[in-house]
Nanobody, 122 residues
């Protein structure tokens, strides 16, 4: 079983910064892509940023230049540094990890964190 635990959400004023982290634990042989998604109030979940095991990154246009994704492969942890926050960044943020649980299982499974609220005030 694999568990993802997120931390770091909260309330911040527009223009401020927040950092999120998400640690995967449990039966893990390897982790492929890790990502952050968000779900604004009344809207569908959307990709914010993702990072491959080799460090390749991809960002939504709305956060390019403001958010930075990083990971620590040894700790199975992904981070999201959010700067110059805007009110439209308000959402529940979820992390995703694509995990190969054991060496015998030649596929990866998607695991999600529980979500952490980020609220940006004016």
């Amino acid at each position: 079983q694999v568990r993802l635990v997120e931390s770091g959400g909260g309330l911040v004023q527009a223009g401020g910064s927040l950092s999120l982290s998400c640690a995967a634990s449990g039966t893990i042989f390897g982790v492929n892509d890790m990502a952050w998604y968000r779900q604004p109030p009344g809207k569908e979940r959307e990709l914010v940023a993702r990072i491959s095991s080799g460090g390749y990154t991809d960002y939504a246009d709305s956060v390019k230049g403001r958010f930075t994704i990083a990971r620590d492969n040894a700790k199975h942890t992904v981070y999201l540094q959010m700067d110059s926050l805007k009110q439209e960044d308000t959402a529940v943020y979820y992390c995703l990890a694509q995990v190969q649980p054991t060496i015998a299982q030649h596929r990866v499974y998607d695991y999600w964190g529980q979500g952490t609220q980020v609220t940006v005030s004016s």
